[in-house]
């Protein structure tokens, strides 16, 4: 059974950093799209930033790139999100899934598996 357990998030003041982990396991990964996304309350879940497992791939949302950087550590079976220059409009509950054919895709019905989620809170 696919596990993914989110860590790392808290508090921050605008223009801080917080780095996300997604501990993966219960299979092999290979082939895979691992993906962070958010949600704001009173919002709907929207697509952070992707990586294929091989770390060939690598996509962003736009309101993102260049501040967020995702990576993957596939000997330790995890997935990180760097957050640098946070925003307030950053906050939410971050959550990381797993989509099994690997395609690049931002859209969330497309991913088949979901962590908890890490809450993000970036005060102003």
């Known amino acids: 059974q696919v596990q993914l357990v989110e860590s790392g998030g808290g508090l921050v003041q605008a223009g801080g950093s917080l780095r996300l982990s997604c501990a993966a396991s219960?299979?092999?990964?290979?082939?895979?799209?691992l993906g962070w996304f958010r949600q704001a309350p009173g919002k709907e879940r929207e697509f952070v930033a992707g990586?294929?497992?091989?770390?060939?791939?690598?996509l962003y949302a736009d309101s993102v790139k260049g501040r967020f950087t995702i990576s993957r550590d596939s000997g330790k079976n995890t997935v990180y999100l760097q957050m640098n220059s946070l925003l307030p409009e950053d906050t939410g509950v971050y959550y990381c899934?797993?989509?099994?054919?690997?395609?690049?895709?931002?859209?969330?019905?497309?991913?088949?598996?979901w962590g908890q989620g890490t809450q993000v809170t970036v005060s102003s």
């Open positions: 899934a797993a989509e099994e054919d690997g395609t690049l895709t931002t859209a969330h019905l497309q991913y088949d598996y």
């Open positions: 219960g299979r092999t990964f290979s082939g895979y799209l």
């Open positions: 990586i294929r497992w091989n770390g060939e791939d690598i």
